[in-house]
């Protein structure tokens, strides 16, 4: 008779990530898992992901400054990095998808009630596909910080949202990249919920004088690391 | 060397606009032969929907082959939590050992107030065969645990909830 596989019980205590239930974040509380989480063993079906072509993006996805009639109002930046593997190999025809407030702090998305000024030259979303070296490039305006309802005078730090796609769909990554020296860190859940400040300071951009451009706008490098299996990308 | 990985952030409640614009939640036509209907709600651990999740699945396609031209899809719940997926049932894929497994989806949850995504998998409750041998499926001992992961008969297609905490609560995988 053929062995049975054991499936392992694990914790919640993946390395540098951040917990399901972390309660200073109120909305954890009830959707947290409560129970053991079973280890995977990994099939073609952990270490197969969607490929994307040129066709997943448009010529300005990757520039919000330029979706509209008009320039966004705010502060001009160029977001950029390197989409890298766990190995430290460049990822190459990653996805990357962004989304962000305007330089206000206010989303577009009808539930946003923060009575800050829509721009109606920003939309806040992009995307765009790494190249050869792994590398992505955004322009955008630096988002503005605004309230949230998770405590009394509850303020997020200026976040934009990263969504990636690896060579694998359980490489995934979805994340935000925070701005340097912003003083809301200490009061902030999100970002606190990463209980390593090693691990949280990988969450932080820097200031990039390579893609600092003179006299049009600030640089700001993030650079990403997708965790997950080890894979072989699919031929498209 | 081996470099540390990007944490997780939650997808927070604004994602809509950013992720959910381009339709992509139908990986072929409703009119095809096999088009299939996968739906479902996320429910939270008071049973209520999550109208702020998005769920995204990755399959094979119908002949058992992983492509890196199909197979992936996308869905914001609703106000009500729910989700829907036009797709078609995968054929079996091997297993870790080679072994085939049962046909499946595998299925990733993000949502406000999930800090990093929740990954499960969804079986077809036609499949009793395959199901009683897959490998996967056999070494969860709990039938309600392993219930969570197989989809059921609906009028419309097959139903898929997930719940993220609780009683009943999916199974969820870790890496």
């Known amino acids: 008779m053929r062995e049975r596989l054991r499936l392992q019980e694990v914790g919640d205590e993946a390395e540098g990530q951040p917990p399901y239930l972390f309660p200073d974040y109120r909305s954890t509380r009830l959707r947290a898992p409560t129970k053991p989480l079973l280890l995977l063993p990994q099939t073609l079906s952990e270490l197969t992901g969607p490929a994307f072509g040129d066709d997943a993006v448009d010529e300005f996805d990757h520039d919000l400054t330029r979706q509209h009639g008009g320039e966004p109002l705010g502060e001009r930046i160029v977001v950029s990095g390197c989409v890298l593997d766990r190995d430290g190999r460049p990822v190459r025809r990653a996805l990357v998808e962004i989304w962000q407030a305007n330089a206000a702090g206010r989303y577009i998305h009808e539930g946003d009630r923060h009575p800050a000024p829509l721009d109606p030259n920003f939309t806040g979303a992009g995307r765009c596909l790494t190249d050869d070296d792994g590398r992505y490039r955004f322009v955008t305006v630096k988002p503005g910080a605004y309230p949230w309802q998770n405590h009394p005078n509850a303020w997020r730090p200026a976040h934009i949202h990263f969504s990636l796609f690896g060579r694998a769909f359980t490489n995934r990554l979805v994340t935000q990249m925070y701005f340097p020296g912003d003083p809301l860190f200490d009061a902030d859940p999100i970002f606190q919920s990463v209980r390593d400040a090693e691990a949280r300071a990988r969450l932080i951009s820097s200031l990039d004088w390579e893609t600092t451009t003179p006299e049009w706008a600030l640089g700001y490098r993030f650079d990403i690391v997708l965790g997950g299996p080890a894979a072989t990308p699919l031929e498209q | ?175």
């Not at chain 2, 952030?9 to 604004?14: E, H, L, W, Y």
């Not at chain 2, 939640?25 to 702020?52: I, N, T």
């Not at chain 2, 009683?132 to 039938?143: K, T, Y």
Request: glycine share 12%; net charge negative; proline share 7%.
């Open chain 2, 1 to 175: 060397m081996t470099v540390a990985p990007t944490p997780s952030q939650t997808v927070g409640p604004f994602f809509r606009f950013g992720l959910c614009e381009q339709p992509c939640s139908e990986l072929v036509k409703r009119e095809q032969p096999g088009a299939l209907r996968v739906f479902g709600s996320v429910l939270d651990g008071a049973g209520e929907p999550v109208p702020d999740a998005m769920v995204e699945i990755w399959q094979a396609d119908e002949a058992g082959t992983y492509r890196g031209d199909f197979g992936w899809a996308r869905c914001g719940t609703d106000a009500g939590g729910r989700f829907s997926f036009v797709t078609v049932k995968p054929g079996r894929v091997p297993g870790a050992n080679a072994e085939a497994q049962a046909p499946h989806l595998v299925v990733l949850v993000f949502a406000r107030g999930l800090l990093k995504p929740v990954l499960t998998r969804m079986y077809f409750p036609d499949e009793a065969e395959a199901n009683g041998v897959d490998r996967l499926l056999e070494a969860i001992d709990d039938p309600g645990a392993r219930g969570t992961l197989i989809a059921t008969e609906a009028a419309d297609g097959l139903r898929f909830d997930v719940r993220l905490q609780g009683d009943g609560q999916t199974t969820f995988f870790a890496l």
